[in-house]
């Protein structure tokens, strides 16, 4: 420091220039220095901390009202939103870009965050049915954008006061839901269906390797899952330090997807023999593509029948009900009488869904997406664990000199991330609020009844055929074969005699030129007839062949024109359009 040369001001003075920099109403006095003015700048565009008619963030959002609208397509417009959906920037070009000096124009700036949106899918339009995307609905976006103009944190109480209810209300809700003792569960909101994975990984490792969270994870405990889990896994056991060799995969059924739970007893039978531990066991509740849901009470009884070694803890049983979980709504719904009035053809599939989410009770953990079958705002995922206290005690740190407990609910001593966003846990507790359990059977079940509708189409035409029938979640998969072709009769070839692996392999390449073709037309703003095209997408093999259980053949699988309709715009008209354009791109491909 070179203290000779600074002039120490008279202390009487320093005091008197930095008053005269201001007006008596606090802007920045003409004769100010720079910074000051463009403090009075921005506190005159930051949100009003008091009530009144001059808020800058009430009349930007009463702007936005406008921009949102043009955002959006005229009605019956293509499922993306602005003029153009083509990609504005070149990689990694894009990143060649420096901080303006100047400071920006705050109606300029917004301008430019409307352009990001150009192009984006528009979840809500009726055509857009290419995965579990929902658009969100109206009480959970004000929710969570509350959260950001309060800037709620729940890491702890302190600055979370009673916004803490909606996480602490979700366990209750949710631990309703599931069977078990509300007050007793707890729950975290985290980063998706992939945080719920890592955190059902960890309680495992936590809990069955005592002394890991000082010394490290020094012994190769087993994640067990399906062959048909989430790739999820991969993160979940290579960022606690467990190394994705850990995994340990159950067979699945050719048919059902579902584990094997045969072939899970003779996996713990031989880890038992050789004093394995195994840390986790994750039955997933509802797989993306086929909606398969593991047999989780038979895998409980066949669990506890194989403790792990001692000096171990018990393993954990985290169920990945990330995409599945909103079908425990009909868990307890009266199929006697039933009031929401669904048809008879689907009443049975959703018997059968909430029966087998009735067995989530015997979860330890469960992960829920609301963002999914939610329709939520994104990060609003939700790990729920059965037994509060055991979790929180096994995973608690101790406090710290900076943050002082002022309410009983203090997260950030067992959470893996310090402060959190509101966000999630607003749009989660304002959703399960504002659909209650009719609201969210009704939107369920209607989409179902949406999806036998499309099955039904699919039949009326011969050169297509519905490969997932059984299945029984919200998604349609699906092959259209050349005119002509007897759809039914060539794809049961094609799934079960090794003898029609060429043909298979031809029709696949068809099935993924037809799913290209489809997808350049969405974002090209394709129009036929007049009318624009559906925004669907397809599956690079959702299942093997029969003569190819194993996987060891990469070719042989079955790959399928994927419909997944999930929002409430959805009409028949629509259905009937989708499979149109999907003749009308076949007619394409095949013609060059
Ligand atoms: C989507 C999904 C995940 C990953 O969830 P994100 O919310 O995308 O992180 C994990 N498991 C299953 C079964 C999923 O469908």
Redesign the pocket.
Known sequence: MKKSTVQLTPAHVEPKVYEDHWNTDGSAHVKAPKWAKYQSITASEFPSPFRGKTDPLAHQIGKFVERIDMLRPEKDGPAYLGKNAALSYTYPDVKNVAINQKMGDLDTVLDEVVELFEGLPNWGSPLAMCNVIPQSNTAAIIASMLSQVFSANILEGEYAQNVHKAELETAGMIGNLFGWDPVKAGAIYTW????C?TYGTKYGLTRVLPNSRTKGVRTDAKVICSQQA?F?QLNATDWTGLGSDNIVHVRTDPDTNQMDVEHLEEILKGFKADGTPVATIVC?M???DASAIDPIRKVREVMDRYPNPKGYGKTVLYA?A??GWSWVYFATYDFENNPLEFSDRILPILKQNGDAMKDLMVADAVGI?F??VGWSPYVS?CFVYKDAEEFENLHRWGGDSYLQVRTPYNPMYHTLEVSRTASGSLAGWTTLKYFGMEGMQAILGGILETKYYLYDLIKTHPEMICVNPDDTGLITLFRAYPEGVDAAAQYKKELNDESARDDLIKHNKLTHAIGDKLYEWFRAGKKIDGKYTPYMSFSTGFRNTRYNIDGTDPDAVIYALKAFPMNVFVTPEIMKWALHCVNAAKAEVLKS
């Not at 998706?192 to 945080?195: N, P």
């Open positions: 998706g269906g992939g945080g994975w989430h999820v997933t509802g797989t993306t990945d990330v995409v997406d963002h999914k995922s």
